[in-house]
């Protein structure tokens, strides 16, 4: 191969290891990146200087560059992947481990040129003979310094760059460090042939070469794993905890053994304990049996492992924190306290919804961790979204029947109207059949004639009734309304009254007040209504009972009372009785004939008087219909001028 040839096969193999390392996730993932990032450092300190990759006649790239710049990659992609502060920790640890090796093998090295009896298999490159070993560990300083850099400047981007913008903070992020790199490298590590600002210049040049060829293997990783770059994005690393180890944390570790035994005691709930960085310590036997995943599998992450983004997004929207970010969701639960429902996705991606509240570990006066403590509310949820579903089906049928209904009260209004006319028809002839105007009838016709009278006086009854309530329930019942005394309007029907109760063994009782009840009323349209109550009381009162109508005047209203020892009726019952068509449970039972349409009109009329009507009744206590109207306001109780 050519030297660009070269240089493409280093660049390609260098950036596709780490990438392969990082596809599935394993206990000895880490363990290989870890391995990988030690071997690249050991060739770029070892056989860095050895040889050189021209790429023109002007422009070349040394070995120990190129291995750098895939030293760089490694440990981004490491990064990202773990998404732990521990992880950088990691990193930084091994690369001073590294380089404090490489010391001690340069120091030997020195040690043993020149010594008697000590041959040389193979000749040294002078640059690497002339190395010092104080050199190689301020290097491995400037390379965990830098490491810390390439890191910080992620963190920094990530809370302020969107998410669509950090596609390109990446790339720019290892050429920031790389260049870096390029301008402090010359001052610890000095070339001879090359003066200070000529070696800077060469190894900055280099460095920019090398960031532009990682463009490429940057964006295939952002677009491979953008789930895990993704989850990176959304948890923050706190940097300046990097090098902190509290006696809190050493006291919490001892402790761990005990409190990892209260936590599995609770099988059925689920109980995850999360360092400060969010990081799972403990995963119970309870969250095992719920979601399916190990405590091995879930510890070292973080919950994202179980709550997808839209869980997190309506969760954030409820809580007002505008970000959907864990870190920012879990201080905002412990802020606002108590439990909320959160559906976490099994390791089967069967979702569980579950009561979960969130609390501060604190230790020493400082917060070390934070326990999720929940319990399985799946089927109580699904049970109330059922529910609220049926309601809503329930609602639907309400109005289906509410249109429904309004098509049968145009239907009965058109019909209504309709069988005037015949019905008109029928009745005068039937009196004229009655008269002997067509000829003399014989008792049979005349019984047969008198019971076709009575059906079509009944027929004719109905249709006014229903004409009445259309024109009421259409705004256009016309009552005429003159100053009366309710007193007269009972009066005036005392012998249709007394003739209801002929021959039924009931004992009929008017009690009215001494002096005038005076309203404006329509006089026939209220005998209707005492009529109507009176009626319906006789039909469900049995022999041996009393019915009492009384009227009187309270505090500004005409009252008006009718009262039965009846089989009284029932409260489911209570609450359709003033519908149209409607018949109680007791009158099916006793088939008692009935429209279902006269406590409607009683109840329309009375409305017509600016009044009410209401029913007190229990089964086998009888009933009690209480009618309240207004008295006349331009006259006094008794119909003397105020």
């Known amino acids: 191969m050519e030297g660009p040839e070269l240089f493409v096969a280093c660049v390609a193999a260098y950036a596709l290891t780490p990438l392969v390392l990082a596809i599935r996730q394993t206990v000895f993932q880490f363990v290989l990146l870890y391995g990988y990032i030690a071997t690249v450092m050991v060739v770029a300190g070892l056989v860095g200087l050895s040889h050189e990759l021209p790429l023109t006649d002007t422009v070349s790239v040394s070995a120990g560059e190129t291995a750098y710049a895939g030293l760089i990659f490694a440990i981004l992609v490491t990064v990202v992947v773990g998404r732990d502060l521990q992880v950088v920790r990691n990193v930084v640890v091994l690369v001073l481990g590294v380089h404090v090796l490489l010391t001690l093998v340069y120091f030997i090295d020195g040690l043993v040129q020149g010594r008697p009896r000590v041959n040389a298999v193979q000749a040294i490159p002078a640059e690497l003979a002339g190395s010092s070993p104080w050199a190689v560990l301020l290097a491995g300083l400037l390379v965990a310094a830098e490491v810390v850099l390439l890191v910080w400047l992620l963190e920094m981007c990530k809370r302020r760059v969107p998410s669509l913008a950090m596609v390109l903070v990446y790339p720019a992020a290892i050429t920031v460090t790389l260049l870096v790199d390029g301008l402090l490298h010359p001052l610890v590590v000095r070339r001879a042939e090359l003066g200070l600002l000529e070696q800077v210049g060469q190894e900055a040049g280099a460095r920019l070469l090398l960031a532009w060829a990682l463009i490429m293997p940057v964006f295939v990783f952002v677009a491979l794993y953008r789930k895990q770059v993704l989850a990176y994005e959304e948890e923050p690393l706190r940097l300046d905890a990097l090098g902190r180890l509290s006696r809190d944390e050493l006291l919490l570790g001892r402790a761990t053994a005990t409190v990892e035994r209260i936590l599995d005691a609770a099988v059925n709930t689920l109980l995850v304990a999360m360092d400060t960085d969010l990081r799972i310590t403990h995963f119970n036997v309870g969250a095992e049996q719920l979601l399916g995943y190990t405590a091995d599998e879930m510890r070292g992450r973080t919950t994202a ?192 009254l007394t003739e209801m109760v002929r021959g039924r063994d009931l004992e009929l009782r008017l009690e009215l007040e001494h002096g005038p009840i005076q309203i404006l009323g329509d006089h026939s349209a209220l005998e209707r209504v005492v009529l109507n109550l009176v009626s319906n009381a006789v039909k469900f009162t049995p022999a041996g009972g009393r019915i009492t109508v009384e009227a009187h005047a309270r505090e500004g209203s005409a009252g008006l009372l009718v009262s039965d020892t009846g089989v009284g009726i029932s409260a489911e019952d209570q609450e359709r009785l003033f519908e149209r068509f409607f018949r109680t449970h007791e009158s099916y039972k006793k088939a008692v004939p009935g429209t279902g349409l006269g406590l409607s009109i009683v109840q329309a009329i009375v409305a017509g008087h600016d009044g009410k009507v209401t029913v007190m009744s229990a089964p086998g206590r009888g009933t009690t219909f209480a009618v309240s109207i207004p008295l006349d306001a331009r006259l006094g109780r008794f119909g003397i001028s105020a």
Do not use: C
């Not at 802020?335 to 009561?355: N, Y």
């Not at 004409?467 to 705004?475: D, I, Q, T």
């Open 305 to 496: 492992v179980v709550i997808d983004y839209d869980e997190g997004l309506r969760h954030a929207m409820s809580l007002g924190t505008g970000s959907p970010a864990l870190d920012v969701l879990t201080l905002a639960q412990v802020a606002h306290g108590g439990r909320r429902e959160w559906e976490l996705v099994g390791k089967d991606g069967q979702r569980h919804i579950v009561s979960l509240s969130v609390s501060e570990i604190v230790a020493g006066g400082r917060v070390v961790g934070y326990l999720a403590a929940g319990e399985d509310v799946t089927s109580r949820v699904r049970s109330e979204r059922a529910m609220l579903q049926a309601m809503s089906r329930e609602h639907t049928a309400a109005l289906a029947l509410q249109e429904a209904e309004g098509v049968k009260h145009e239907l009965v209004s058109t019909v209504s109207h309709e069988l005037r006319t015949p019905i008109t028809s029928i009745t005068g002839y039937t009196e004229l059949l009655e008269e002997g105007v067509f000829g003399d009838l014989n008792e049979r016709q005349t019984d047969a004639l008198r019971r076709v009278i009575r059906n079509t006086e009944r027929l004719e009854n109905l249709v006014e009734d229903l004409l009445v309530l259309e024109r009421a329930e259409s705004g256009l019942l016309q009552l005429d309304r003159t100053p009366i005394d309710l007193r007269d309007v009972v009066g005036d029907v005392q012998d249709m």
